[in-house]
């Protein structure tokens, strides 16, 4: 297991990158868990989220980004690949973009899922019967969610085989279907990069699933402008 140190409060911490060994002072302390509330510890006779320390400890903040953000929208989930610095505005925009907003546990679109139902999305999605919206009708789960999934930006810690042949033909078959004319898409482009528009507001504009939106704000479709 790997370990990364650092100072904190004035006080040595050494954290593994699930942030579930944590030593203070070189003494093992207990990971407090509750259910639906970010995980704590205690240093000094104060209480500190763990996400905080593994990110201080793990990731790299060269913008100096004051917040930090769970990909995946499970407080639990604690591992180094699922957070990121972020500003506000972003974490903000993160929990209205995937419907993340005032979702506590059950209610949290991510969250519901385990890593059993995340393998049979995957072997499902991988016979080439399933679409993004089907498997998201299946695990009651937004299509942006199978999305990531799939493209492997969630869940990143397990070890999926994507079928690259039901992956090029689904990108060819939204590309086909798609309804959007080259002006729209760079159209969409410039307004989500002004920050005031999500990918859910730019969906309902223009009449096209949050799956396309994603597409093209992330440059996996419509490649060529």
Known sequence: ??????????????????????????????????????????????NYRTHRLIALAWIPNPENK???????G???????????????SENIKHAFDYNLKNAEGGNNGYSKLTEKQVYNIVEKYNTGNYTYKDLSSMFN?????????????????????????????????????????????????????TGNYSQTQLSKMYNVGQHSISSIVRRKSWKHI
């Open 1 to 46: 297991m790997e370990f990364k140190e650092i100072i904190f409060d004035d006080t040595k911490i050494k954290i593994s990158k699930c942030g579930n060994v944590i030593y203070v002072n070189y003494r093992l302390r207990k990971v407090v868990c509750k259910k639906n509330k970010y995980h704590q510890i205690r240093i000094n006779k104060k």
């Open 66 to 72: 004051p917040e930090i953000n769970h990909k995946d």
């Open 74 to 88: 499970d407080k639990s989930n604690n591992h180094v690949d699922n957070l990121e610095w972020a500003t506000r």
């Open 141 to 193: 789960i937004s299509t942006i969610v199978i999305s990531k999934i799939i493209t492997r930006t969630l869940w990143t810690h397990l070890d999926l085989s994507i079928n690259k042949d039901v992956k090029i033909a689904n990108y060819f078959k939204y590309q086909v279907r798609s309804k959007l004319k080259e002006y729209q898409v760079l159209k969409i482009r410039e307004l989500y990069a």
